[in-house]
């Protein structure tokens, strides 16, 4: 799956970009977002800051705010720290929601030590208060809508600078699994992005602590149906949906695993990691529980009164509804306490469990590098789990750096099996970062995108089911890939269907935007201004899009692409040759994300 040819994709996406990128309408918009895009000899970044382009760009002539001279085969060219622009573009890849130009060259002058520590230095911009102030001009009693949730998020992925949180962040709610599919939460907006800040949060500081707010927190509690969860009776046993998943998923997984991840094995057969009764006697833990506020009487239980914050403050537990019965969990009883005790010892003893540091942290490999980490990979991560060098478990910056750092995600891989499938929000951010994309209303308006035919088939907190959008040990059907005996999670929700409709999106997207009535455009100014140097766009492309690893092969058909367009002569209908300079840079752009050298990040 993962081959880097793929001729009758090729072939296909160079009708389509070719035949289907005129038109007046794509002239129309597309000149909107041109002039959008022009802001003089300057470029204003994310968080109000001004693109100053450092003293390497400027003598290696790369295009910045202030110079359009055209990039020459820069991608190996090695700054002072002994980084190039393909290894920085590569690096961010993994540790953004996608690389900007102007992000290449900072983490190439910077190094990649300096660069993580300013990231883990970043203070976090909260979803939550993006929603309390649309909450403004609501309805009373309105706690905001899925639509607030995603107008910040994708504000945050365009413009943000804490990158690096917000990439993990993303891959930790595929973990933790918060849904806007859930009924009960797209009219509580403000709760899923309050969820949604909690593993920002967390995705910096300690692993037990991002599971003791993950538990508490009344998005997950409704999600997971233990809300208002009561105590066993002669006609009720208390719900026990999050208690197995907690487990299942989000901890320890089904069977006992080596450090390296590969599942222990007594008699040839995988053992279990727990049995239904541990299932049940954490769900004794989690009776009792239910919406904070100033008191613990029953009606505050049940919901009939409520404290104005209580879609986003932690959950507190009712005595009265808290089951008092011995609770087996992982095989053995828990310590007689409070309902708090008792959930800090079920907690502990998941967090202390020698399967979390290679369970989780083969998943977060999978959702920053690869599909298929090797067994030392996984054990190197797990190792950093177990103890980040100053005897703490659980430190997510030491593992994130172990993730990031490890030579496995640093070495070029040549193996065609290596790496992964871009997911398609992956995809669409790394388009807006590589593009400066921006709101006309400054707000982001989008709307979710999960239709595989009408959108991208997938959306931000918004997946299908527990088991997010798929499973970390899919296995695409009747492929080299299962017969390799490898997984690749992301074709899962790959389907022809998806794909055409990537194709049809991308291409409308590259012209005129996205978001609804088209708010969200890029600013392509730069690139505009080396469309009568193929070359040079084209190196551009392979830098920001590619990481400097496009084969010569795609660079041949971009190039062919691209001059099959005539430029008109200086002496022609201004409108008619502005048409054609862009007409020819959205088939590179298009050609460019269409390409499965694109869609699999290695």
Same mark, same amino acid.
């Given at each position: 799956?993962?081959?880097?040819? !793929?001729?009758?994709?090729?072939?296909?996406?160079?009708?389509?970009?070719?035949?289907? !990128?005129?038109?007046?309408?794509?002239?129309?918009?597309?000149?909107?977002?041109? /002039?959008?895009? =022009?802001?003089?000899?300057?470029?204003?970044?994310?968080?109000?800051? &001004?693109?100053?382009?450092?003293?390497?760009?400027?003598? %290696?002539?790369?295009? $910045?705010?202030?110079?359009?001279?055209?990039?020459?085969?820069?991608?190996?060219?090695?700054?002072? &720290?002994?980084?190039?622009?393909? /290894?920085?573009?590569?690096?961010?890849?993994?540790?953004?929601?996608?690389?900007?130009?102007?992000?290449?060259?900072?983490?190439?002058?910077?190094?990649?030590?300096?660069?993580?520590?300013?990231?883990?230095?970043?203070?976090?911009?909260?979803?939550?208060?993006?929603?309390? =102030?649309?909450?403004?001009?609501?309805?009373?009693?309105?706690?905001?809508?899925?639509?607030?949730?995603?107008?910040?998020?994708?504000?945050?992925?365009?413009?943000?600078?804490?990158?690096?949180?917000?990439?993990?962040?993303?891959?930790?709610?595929?973990?933790?699994?918060?849904?806007?599919?859930?009924?009960?939460?797209?009219?509580?907006?403000?709760?899923?992005?309050?969820?949604?800040?909690?593993?920002?949060?967390?995705?910096?500081?300690?692993?037990?602590?991002?599971?003791?707010?993950?538990?508490?927190?009344?998005? *997950?509690? @409704?999600?997971?149906?233990?809300?208002?969860?009561?105590?066993?009776?002669?006609?009720?046993?208390?719900?026990?949906?999050?208690?197995?998943?907690? *487990?299942?998923?989000?901890? @320890?997984?089904?069977?006992?695993?080596?450090?390296?991840?590969?599942?222990?094995?007594?008699?040839?057969?995988?053992?279990?990691?727990?049995?239904?009764?541990?299932? =049940?006697?954490?769900?004794?833990?989690?009776?009792?529980?239910?919406?904070?506020?100033?008191?613990?009487?029953?009606?505050?239980?049940?919901?009939?009164?409520?404290?104005?914050? %209580?879609?986003?403050?932690?959950?507190?537990?009712?005595?009265?509804?808290?089951?008092?019965?011995?609770?087996?969990?992982?095989? &053995?009883?828990?310590?007689?306490?409070?309902?708090?005790?008792?959930?800090?010892?079920?907690?502990?003893?998941?967090?202390?469990?020698?399967?979390?540091?290679?369970?989780?942290?083969?998943?977060? @490999?999978?959702?920053?590098?690869?599909?298929?980490?090797?067994?030392?990979?996984?054990?190197?991560?797990?190792?950093?789990?177990?103890?980040?060098?100053?005897?703490?478990?659980?430190?997510?910056?030491?593992?994130?750096?172990? +993730?990031? *750092?490890?030579?496995?995600?640093?070495?070029?891989?040549?193996?065609?099996?290596?790496?992964?499938?871009?997911?398609?929000?992956?995809?669409?951010?790394?388009?807006?970062?590589?593009?400066?994309?921006?709101?006309?209303?400054?707000?982001?308006? *989008?709307?979710?995108?999960?239709?595989?035919?009408?959108?991208?088939?997938? $959306?931000?907190?918004?997946?299908?089911?527990?088991?997010?959008?798929?499973?970390?040990?899919?296995?695409?059907?009747?492929?080299?890939?299962?017969?390799?005996?490898?997984?690749?999670?992301?074709?899962?929700?790959?389907?022809?269907?998806?794909?055409?409709?990537?194709?049809?999106?991308?291409?409308? @997207?590259?012209?005129?935007?996205?978001?609804?009535?088209?708010? +969200?455009?890029?600013?392509?100014?730069?690139?505009?201004?080396?469309?009568?140097?193929?070359?040079?766009?084209?190196?551009?492309?392979?830098?920001?899009?590619?990481?400097?690893?496009?084969?010569?092969?795609? %660079?041949?058909?971009?190039?062919?692409? +691209?001059?099959?367009?005539?430029?008109?002569?200086?002496?022609?209908?201004?409108?008619?040759?502005?048409?054609?300079?862009?007409?020819?840079?959205?088939?590179?752009?298009?050609?460019?994300?269409?390409?499965?050298?694109?869609?699999?990040?290695?």
């Amino acid at each position: 799956m993962f081959k880097s040819g !793929c001729r009758s994709w090729a072939g296909l996406l160079l009708v389509l970009s070719v035949t289907g !990128c005129g038109g007046e309408q794509a002239d129309t918009a597309s000149s909107r977002a041109s /002039d959008v895009g =022009a802001q003089g000899t300057t470029f204003v970044e994310a968080q109000g800051t &001004t693109f100053q382009a450092s003293p390497m760009m400027a003598v %290696r002539g790369i295009p $910045t705010a202030t110079t359009a001279a055209a990039i020459g085969s820069e991608a190996s060219l090695s700054y002072s &720290t002994g980084l190039t622009l393909a /290894d920085a573009s590569r690096f961010l890849s993994q540790a953004t929601m996608g690389p900007s130009m102007y992000d290449i060259d900072q983490l190439a002058s910077k190094g990649y030590e300096k660069w993580l520590n300013e990231q883990f230095s970043m203070k976090q911009v909260l979803h939550r208060e993006h929603v309390t =102030a649309a909450m403004a001009s609501m309805p009373l009693g309105s706690l905001g809508s899925e639509d607030q949730f995603f107008e910040s998020f994708w504000k945050q992925t365009a413009r943000g600078t804490d990158q690096l949180r917000q990439r993990v962040a993303f891959g930790l709610s595929q973990i933790f699994v918060v849904s806007f599919q859930d009924e009960s939460l797209p009219s509580n907006g403000r709760s899923v992005a309050s969820f949604y800040d909690v593993l920002g949060k967390h995705a910096f500081g300690n692993f037990r602590d991002l599971l003791q707010d993950v538990s508490t927190h009344p998005a *997950m509690a @409704i999600y997971l149906t233990f809300l208002r969860n009561k105590k066993e009776s002669e006609t009720r046993v208390p719900d026990e949906n999050f208690a197995r998943e907690l *487990m299942q998923l989000m901890t @320890i997984g089904p069977y006992h695993l080596n450090q390296d991840g590969t599942i222990k094995q007594v008699n040839g057969k995988p053992v279990e990691t727990y049995t239904h009764e541990d299932v =049940a006697g954490l769900a004794k833990v989690f009776t009792g529980w239910s919406w904070s506020g100033p008191d613990k009487s029953d009606a505050r239980f049940y919901g009939s009164v409520a404290h104005p914050n %209580r879609d986003w403050k932690p959950l507190q537990n009712y005595p009265n509804f808290h089951s008092t019965s011995t609770k087996q969990v992982l095989g &053995t009883s828990l310590p007689n306490g409070s309902a708090e005790e008792e959930l800090d010892a079920a907690l502990d003893r998941l967090f202390n469990h020698p399967n979390v540091g290679p369970f989780i942290g083969r998943q977060l @490999i999978q959702r920053l590098v690869t599909s298929n980490p090797s067994p030392a990979y996984v054990s190197r991560v797990a190792a950093a789990f177990n103890n980040n060098g100053a005897g703490v478990r659980g430190d997510m910056k030491a593992v994130i750096r172990a +993730i990031l *750092m490890d030579r496995e995600a640093r070495q070029v891989p040549t193996s065609q099996y290596a790496g992964r499938l871009r997911e398609p929000v992956l995809r669409l951010s790394h388009w807006m970062r590589a593009f400066y994309a921006s709101s006309t209303s400054g707000k982001y308006r *989008m709307w979710h995108m999960d239709d595989a035919l009408e959108g991208l088939a997938q $959306t931000p907190m918004r997946a299908a089911s527990v088991f997010n959008f798929y499973r970390p040990e899919y296995v695409p059907p009747q492929t080299d890939l299962a017969d390799a005996g490898m997984v690749s999670p992301e074709m899962q929700i790959t389907t022809e269907s998806s794909v055409v409709g990537y194709l049809n999106v991308m291409q409308s @997207i590259v012209q005129v935007g996205t978001g609804k009535n088209r708010d +969200i455009l890029p600013h392509y100014d730069r690139e505009l201004e080396l469309v009568g140097r193929p070359d040079a766009l084209v190196e551009r492309l392979n830098i920001t899009m590619l990481h400097g690893q496009m084969s010569e092969a795609l %660079r041949q058909q971009l190039l062919e692409a +691209i001059n099959s367009i005539n430029l008109l002569p200086p002496t022609a209908n201004a409108v008619a040759a502005d048409f054609q300079r862009k007409h020819r840079l959205y088939v590179a752009v298009f050609l460019t994300m269409a390409s499965p050298e694109y869609l699999v990040q290695k």
